[in-house]
Nanobody
Framework: QAQLVESGGGLVQAGESLRLSCTVSGRLFIAAASMGWYRQAPGKEREFVAR???????FYADAVKGRFTISRDNAKNMVYLQMNSLQPEDTALYFC?????????WGQGTQVTVSS
């Protein structure tokens, strides 16, 4: 059974919004020191997008700062990425990440495609 499952990706036009969701298994959610989102565009390496430590301490890549917001819902074992003002360069496969000590757990990814 998958421990992290992403959803919410899709095809949108530039300027529109999407909200990605990541369902995290209970045990992993409780153990997690932090949760984050990464993305990988075709032909490029996976890159950091956002991370949340605890309930509120959030960090963002410069490319998404001011447009994306990471949050978590402890009651639902969920982590979200609200993406506003999407641009074609945001097109990528987006991955949910949970960090427990030195170990990382990853989901399978959800595709986001932004047309100009």
């Amino acid at each position: 059974q998958a421990q992290l499952v992403e959803s919410g990706g899709g095809l949108v036009q530039a300027g529109e919004s999407l909200r990605l969701s990541c369902t995290v298994s209970g045990r992993l959610f409780i153990a997690a020191a932090s949760m984050g989102w990464y993305r990988q565009a075709p032909g490029k390496e996976r890159e950091f997008v956002a991370r949340i430590i605890g309930d509120r301490r959030a960090f963002y890549a410069d490319a998404v700062k001011g447009r994306f917001t990471i949050s978590r819902d402890n009651a639902k074992n969920m982590v979200y990425l609200q993406m506003n003002s999407l641009q074609p360069e945001d097109t990528a496969l987006y991955f949910c990440n949970v960090r427990v000590g030195p170990n990382d757990a990853w989901g399978q990814g959800t595709q986001v495609t932004v047309s100009s």
